[in-house]
Nanobody, 116 residues
């Protein structure tokens, strides 16, 4: 059974930092593209960043230069370092594991709130 468990969310003031983690089990982690999405109230779920099995990175324009995605295959974990947070970053952040042939899996989400 596949589990993706996010952690590291919380409340922070504008300009602050948080690091999200997503621990995966039940999958061959190293062959999956790992993604972070976020969903604000009343809005669609949007891609924030992704890292392929080969280490290629992609970021949404709104977070480029502030957020960094990374992965530790030995720990089956993907991270999202978020710096210089803005109120517009407030959302539930979801971890996603994707492989074209082996499936698409989601975590339960972790809340990030940025407010003065």
């Amino acid at each position: 059974q596949v589990h993706l468990v996010e952690s590291g969310g919380g409340s922070v003031q504008p300009g602050g930092s948080l690091r999200l983690s997503c621990a995966a089990s039940g999958i061959n982690f190293g062959i999956y593209t790992m993604r972070w999405y976020r969903q604000a109230p009343g809005k669609q779920r949007d891609l924030v960043a992704h890292i392929t099995a080969g280490g290629e990175l992609t970021y949404a324009d709104s977070v480029r230069a502030r957020f960094t995605i990374s992965r530790d295959n030995a720990k089956n974990t993907v991270y999202l370092q978020m710096n210089n947070l803005e109120p517009e970053d407030t959302a539930v952040y979801y971890c996603n594991a994707f492989h074209f042939y082996r499936g698409n899996y989601w975590g339960q989400g972790t809340q990030v709130t940025v407010s003065p």
